[in-house]
Nanobody, 124 residues
Framework: QVNLMESGGGSVQAGGSLTLSCAASQYIYCMGWFRQRPGKEREGVAGIAVGGGPTYYADSAKDRFTIFQDNDKRTVYLQMNSLKPEDTAMYYC????????????????????WGQGTQVTVSS
């Protein structure tokens, strides 16, 4: 069992920045971020193969968000810049041992460990 602890959510004005962090209780190959906006289904935001592997970003996150890991390889961050009101959501950290050719899965159904979530609210 892998436990994930998120932190860093909060309220910010449009154009501002926030950094989310997720600490895993043990090493696990893939870590990522998903979000659920009000009235929407949960969607992937970004993922990283821990240990210097490949990253991926949803189109909505490209050029604004950066996912990176700490040297201990058990903490992953999501740096979010140029935030927009439509980024308002509950953000969830997720982890999985599953990978295909070194790439982390995109579908949420292939991620089997989840954090409790941290709220991000962006006001206009």
């Amino acid at each position: 069992q892998v436990n994930l602890m998120e932190s860093g959510g909060g309220s910010v004005q449009a154009g501002g920045s926030l950094t989310l962090s997720c600490a895993a209780s043990q090493y696990i190959y893939c870590m990522g971020w998903f979000r659920q906006r009000p009235g929407k289904e949960r969607e992937g935001v970004a993922g990283i193969a821990v240990g210097g592997g490949p990253t991926y970003y949803a189109d909505s996150a490209k050029d604004r968000f950066t996912i990176f890991q700490d040297n201990d390889k058990r903490t992953v961050y999501l740096q979010m810049n140029s935030l927009k009101p439509e980024d308002t959501a509950m953000y969830y950290c997720a982890a999985t041992e599953l990978a295909l050719s070194g790439y982390c899965p995109v579908s949420e159904y292939e991620w089997n460990y989840w954090g409790q979530g941290t709220q991000v609210t962006v006001s206009s």
